[in-house]
């Protein structure tokens, strides 16, 4: 059975780090297609970072220079660094990997077939 689990969540004040961590098992096809989300309370989901089938990376302006996403194949890992976190980056994010009908390049939320169910990020100013 597919499934992703992310970790990492927590409370911290403006300015800190977190790093969240996605670990796969099951049939998803580490290291082709899987990014990052986040939805807040009362707003849309949104796309934060996500890694192609190219090993290109993809950052949501609002969060670049701020946050990195990296995976560790092996390990079948995907991670998101976060550092100089603001009140705004607070919400439920989500690990998603890409399924069978991702056909490479720039993956669109269409893509993402596959969703863990989330790991809570509060920032306080």
């Known amino acids: 059975q597919a499934q992703l689990v992310e970790s990492g969540g927590d409370s911290v004040q403006s300015g800190g780090s977190l790093r969240l961590s996605c670990a796969a098992s099951?049939?998803?096809?580490?290291?082709?297609?899987w990014g990052w989300f986040r939805q807040a309370s009362g707003k849309e989901r949104e796309a934060v970072a996500a890694i192609d089938s190219y090993q290109d990376t993809i950052v949501a302006d609002s969060v670049k220079g701020r946050f990195t996403i990296s995976q560790d194949n092996a390990k079948r890992m995907l991670y998101l660094q976060m550092s100089s976190l603001k009140p705004e980056d607070t919400a439920r994010y989500y690990c998603?990997?890409?399924?069978?009908?991702?056909?490479?390049?720039?993956?669109?939320?269409?893509?993402?077939?596959?969703w863990g169910q989330g790991t809570q990020v509060t920032v306080s100013s």
């Open positions: 998603a990997a890409c399924g069978s009908s991702y056909r490479g390049g720039y993956p669109t939320d269409a893509d993402f077939a596959y």
């Open positions: 099951g049939d998803i096809y580490v290291g082709y297609c």
